[in-house]
């Protein structure tokens, strides 16, 4: 006895409820070509690409230290002791993933949308928004992680790691990345020309400089931690931080599952925003 088809009445309230998932329709398949596509064109521009490593190298070179032969040792909000240095690397790693995926979502994605309108040749293919927006951002946070990735090389090589633990922070730089690369995403859809960029520095230097990258929490009065608490990219540190130096602790979860939440809040935003410029 076979079994009997569904009909159009019965299969479409599933067809209904698939269409208001945020990423509907999606293939990782096709969004991997998107990625392919990225990494040909930066096989070209392979020395921009690889710069981006450069600017937390030499933040490490100069304050941590630079300025660390001055600061001395410092006491973390978890009580642990560590040199300068290894209280400033673990937080310029994490700001190496945030960056590098801030400039490629934010950046290089308004280029292609507004200018060399790039999506309107990719939605002449089988690929969709959603497709296009994850596409591009799996390619931002892949060149967050291959700062990470060569940044943590370079703290393995000055003797800043100091537990098994830190085989944890390149993923969690991932995840950094993630997060940011997608709210980077959703933002670039709202921006109107470039000089929209300067709202995008004023949101990303202050996360660099307050979210404890160059002192602990402790030292702002409590109002002023309390929102710098709200901030993702000190979750990021903390978690970095946390693992490379072994304080690992329950308290990590509460910062992977903030940077998991905020990634596909902005992903299912940007994948919006992107379906509605371009098929208007």
């Known amino acids: 006895m076979t ?24 293939s990782p398949r096709r969004a991997g070509h998107l990625v392919y596509r990225n990494l040909l064109v930066a096989r070209r521009s392979w020395l921009v690409f ?23 040792d410092v006491v973390t909000d978890t009580g642990a002791a560590l040199s300068y240095q290894e209280f ?12 590098g995926a801030v400039y490629d979502a934010v950046f290089n994605l308004y280029f292609k949308l507004r200018h060399a309108k790039t999506y309107d040749a990719v939605l002449a293919t089988p690929l969709s928004a959603a497709d296009t927006a994850v596409g591009e951002t799996a390619w931002a946070l892949m060149r967050g992680a291959v700062y990470s990735a060569a940044f943590l090389v370079v703290m ?26 997608a709210v ?20 990303v230097l202050p996360l660099f400089l307050f979210s404890t990258t160059f002192y602990p929490l402790s030292t702002y009065p409590r109002p002023l931690q309390v929102l710098v608490e709200c901030t993702p990219l000190y979750h990021g540190i903390e978690l970095v931080r946390g693992l490379v130096t072994g304080d690992v602790g329950w308290g990590l979860l509460g910062s992977v599952a903030y940077l998991l939440v905020m990634g596909l809040v902005g992903l299912a935003v940007g994948a919006r925003r992107l379906e509605r410029l371009l098929l208007r």
């Open 3 to 26: 079994a009997t088809p569904a009909t159009p009445a019965t299969a479409r309230p599933a067809a209904l409820l698939l269409r208001v998932v945020p990423l509907y329709p999606l």
């Open 50 to 72: 690889v710069s981006g490593f450069f600017e937390p190298f030499f933040y490490l070179l100069s304050i941590g230290v630079g300025i660390g032969g001055l600061v001395g």
């Open 88 to 99: 400033v690397a673990p937080a310029l790693l994490a700001s190496a993933a945030m960056n």
């Open 156 to 181: 393995l090589g000055m003797g800043l790691v100091g537990s098994w633990w830190a085989l944890l922070a390149l993923p969690a730089a991932v995840l950094i990345g993630f997060a940011f690369a």
């Open 184 to 203: 980077g995403l959703a933002a670039t859809t709202f921006l109107r020309g470039w000089q929209d960029f300067e709202f995008v520095q004023v949101a």
